[in-house]
């Protein structure tokens, strides 16, 4: 398989490097020289100087021969133009573009994007990705991480165990003894900073971080177990009145009339702009980290503050900065893999990786085969798989007990249709499950073994 990626920024290169990685022939292209060369340097992949919407550069990128185009460049109408140059010039078979601005996601423009018009695809909104997961967090306060997957039956959460957890130090084995009605599964905890596969004979220690998961409709339930069941926030703070705080701030004004809502942005038009797009909420110009500010917007009367401005140091000291001063929870976008090493440290409780999140939609589009999703959790120590079996899977048709899975792998649930099943040793999967895995880092390709997916693509 042949992939161009237009567009060498954080995305970009991302979704470079797993393709990479996988085998895949992957050729970069950017209008920056350095980053350009940053492919070149750290990846097994060609890069290409220019601009990823002129026909000669996408011909010299090999465009004749691509399978697919993925444009991730930071403007919207160049990767539009390189999709209708891809299809029109060179028939390239799947166009994949990043559209940032709300107003071409409208719903009275939905035939822009059909193949007489923009030949696109598939569309990421990273903003409403990323603003879908916060919102998310906000419904389930409890977790301090949640994952959802594209069939909505499913989701995994990671949720800090304290003494007062009522299964803790028990068995896994005797949960489903206990409570013999829930759909949910242990799959692994963060203990003392690293990543540990937890198996049935085996518990939960009070300060884990336990990866549990579950149907969704049987969420609140376990969070109630861990003495997490939470309500929402209904008052809010957020810094940053972007793309994504608008988002995240208009959703909220649609939900809970009680949910009272105030946004600080830095930039004068960005703070009008958002005054004039908000129903409810109250949008206060200023910086998020002078305290008179934040005094401001009562953060000692909140109970949730969302740094979501387009810098890491911002979102992390602020929120830092909003816990002192009295806010009950706060909550980080933070960009740098290297400073969610120290950000839950520094008193940030909860963090997404808009980068990662976008990476992981782009490449479920990309993947056609058998893992729809991996997700990197406890700093890349442990991943999270997203499976469906084939007829020629080893695991298809045996017990999973006849089948050595190896002390670094926990399966966590089986979606077969409509049903979500809990793995047990008496379980057979079949071809068209979907199976969520948690693997330890090195175990990870033994897991793409197990589906017969790492070479399975378009």
Known sequence: ????????????????????????????????????????????????????????????AGARDADMLIAVTQVDEVNMTACQVAHSIFEVPTRVARIRAQSYLNPEWSKLFTRDHLPIDVIISPEIEVGDLILERLAYPGASEIVSFDDGQVVVLAIDVHEDCAVIDTPLRHLTDLFPNLNA?????????????????????????????????????????????EQPPSRIVIAGAGNVGRYVAKRLEAGQEKTIVRLIESNRGIAQLAAEAMDRSIVVFGDAL???????????????????????????????????????????????????????????????????????????????????????????????????????SPLVGKPLRDFQIGPDIRFGAIIRGSQVILPSGNIRIEAGDFVIVMALSHAVRKVEQMFRVSIDFF
Request: charge should be neutral; include cysteine; aromatic fraction near 4%.
């Open 1 to 60: 398989m042949r992939v161009i990626v237009s567009g060498a920024g954080q995305v970009g290169y991302g979704i470079a490097e797993k393709l990479s990685t996988e085998g895949i022939e992957v050729t970069v292209i950017d209008s920056n020289a350095d980053l350009v060369q940053r492919v070149r340097d750290n990846l097994d992949a060609r890069g290409v100087h220019g601009h990823g919407s002129h026909p000669d550069v996408l011909a010299q």
């Open 185 to 229: 599964t242990v799959m692994g905890v963060r203990r003392k900073g690293q990543a540990v596969i937890l198996h049935a004979w085996q518990s939960m220690e009070a300060g884990d971080q336990a990866v549990v998961a579950v149907a969704r409709s049987q969420v609140k339930r376990v969070l109630g177990l861990f003495g997490r069941d």
């Open 290 to 392: 002078h305290e008179d500010i934040l005094k401001e917007v009562d953060i000692r009367d909140a109970e949730m503050f969302l740094g979501l401005t387009n810098d890491d140091e911002t979102n992390i000291l602020s929120s830092v900065l909003a816990s002192e001063l009295g806010c009950r929870a706060n909550f980080a976008l933070v960009n740098q893999p290297q400073y969610q090493r120290f950000a839950r440290r520094l008193g940030v409780d909860s963090f997404i990786n808009p980068r990662s999140v976008t990476v992981s939609k782009i490449l479920r589009h990309v993947r056609r085969g058998r893992i729809r999703g991996v997700y990197s959790l406890f700093d890349g120590t442990a991943e999270l798989i997203e499976a469906e079996a084939l007829e020629t």
